[in-house]
Structure formats: C-alpha cells, structure tokens
C-alpha cells in the first residue's frame, strides 16, 4: 500500500523560502514519478513539479521554474520540493503525488495522494 506524508509548509513573507518533504511507501512498484501539486482557495488543483525516480528526470509549471526544484533522496525514500523567492500567489495546499510510470502533468494521472500541507505567502 502506497502511503505519502508531507511536511514542511508553514507561513513565509514573500521573498523568502520553505522546503516541503514527501515520506513515501512504494511498495513494489519500480518506474514511478512523484509530483507535487497545489490548490489556491477558490482555484483549481495544478500542477507544480514532477520527478521521474528512476532517471531524476525532472519537469516543472511555468509558474515556478527557477524558483523552486524538486529533488528525490533514494536512500530515504523521500522527495522535496524547495521553494526560493517565494510570492503570495504561492499560497496554496501543497499535495505530493505518485504515479506508476513516467511523468504528466495532469492530476488524474496519480493514483496515490498525501493528505497536503498548507503554505502562505505574506505579502
């Protein structure tokens, strides 16, 4: 059973950084991508970074590249998001997601959620 426990958001003023982390039990599966998404009060859930475990190969929304990057720690079996120059428009629940094979952007494509963590972004 696929279990995934973030942790790390909290309350930041803009210009400042967080680092999210993502525990995961995989179980049996070998080829999957782990991804982060969030979700805006009143807004739809996007997409916000991506990473293929096996090659580390990584994808990002237009939104945060080269602010934020996404990371894996084989050993640990986890996966972080840090997050620099952070803006209010940032604020959002931040969910870790897991999918079995390669990386997508569409959140119908992950099977396996956390239960998400919230981070604000102070103006």
């Known amino acids: 059973q696929v279990q995934l426990v973030e942790s790390g958001g909290g309350l930041v003023q803009a210009g400042g950084s967080l680092r999210l982390s993502c525990a995961a039990s995989?179980?049996?599966?070998?080829?999957?991508?782990m991804g982060w998404f969030r979700q805006a009060p009143g807004k739809e859930r996007e997409f916000v970074a991506a990473i293929t475990w096996t090659t580390g190969s990584t994808d990002y929304s237009d939104s945060v590249k080269g602010r934020f990057t996404i990371s894996r720690d084989n050993a640990q079996n986890s996966v972080s998001l840090q997050m620099n120059s952070l803006k209010p428009e940032d604020t959002a629940i931040y969910y870790c997601?897991?999918?079995?094979?390669?990386?997508?952007?569409?959140?119908?494509?992950?099977?396996?959620w956390g239960q998400g963590t919230q981070v604000t972004v102070s103006s």
């Open positions: 995989v179980g049996t599966f070998s080829y999957v991508t």
């Open positions: 997601a897991l999918r079995v094979g390669g990386a997508t952007i569409s959140e119908y494509d992950y099977a396996y």
